[in-house]
């Protein structure tokens, strides 16, 4: 009878544990949020959202941005964007993006394959380099790099990235140490701030007309 109430014992705690795996298998390892306000020239205009999760050893990373600017109740601007992105090490396996702006629509998908990552967008299909990577703010990693993949359009452009200071940033009503970096690349000049712990804290850009983009952390 021990032998036998141990056995089942056993037979319990084992399925247990493979029930245990099989669960945190399918449960994302840890999920980060990153959701910004959105501003144009201090007038808040919308939101976007970048949504990224650790699976299995992969990074699923999903973007979500809608903007709607209005002058005397007339809209003068309207933007949608959704980026679904995979990672692994660092390097982009996957990507789909849709963007609607003023009613002119974008999309681009690309894979990484054997020869390297195929991009394919408005235009002709592009075979680019093995790893590549995205303007993915969220891995400052990304700030070392010397060309980024734009999941807007599909463009692989050279950008150039420095340094610039230490700011105080207030962030969610709260005084936060960050490193301000600047990031240009053809017409995107951008700020980017990280905190001494290198997270995502804000952005700023400069638009067409002189026009200030500006991401705050809600």
Known sequence: MRRRY???LLICLFGMTL??????KNQPEQTALWDFNVYLNNKKVGKHQFRVSETDGLTQVQSEARFKYSILLIPAF??????????????????????????????????????GFRIAGNESPADLPECVMTFAYWNPAFLNQSRLLNPQTGEYVDVTVEKVGEDALEVRGERVAA???????????MTLWYSTDDEWLALESVAKGGHVIRYELS
């Open 179 to 189: 490193s301000r970096y600047r990031l240009t690349a053809n017409e995107i000049d």
């Open 78 to 115: 309207r933007y949608k964007h959704s980026a679904a992105e995979e990672w692994s090490d660092e390097c982009l396996v996957r990507i789909e993006s849709s963007t609607n702006t003023n009613g002119d629509r974008i999309s681009v998908s690309g894979e990484k394959g054997e020869s």
């Open 19 to 24: 029930a245990d795996q099989a669960t945190a």
């Open 6 to 8: 141990l056995g089942i």
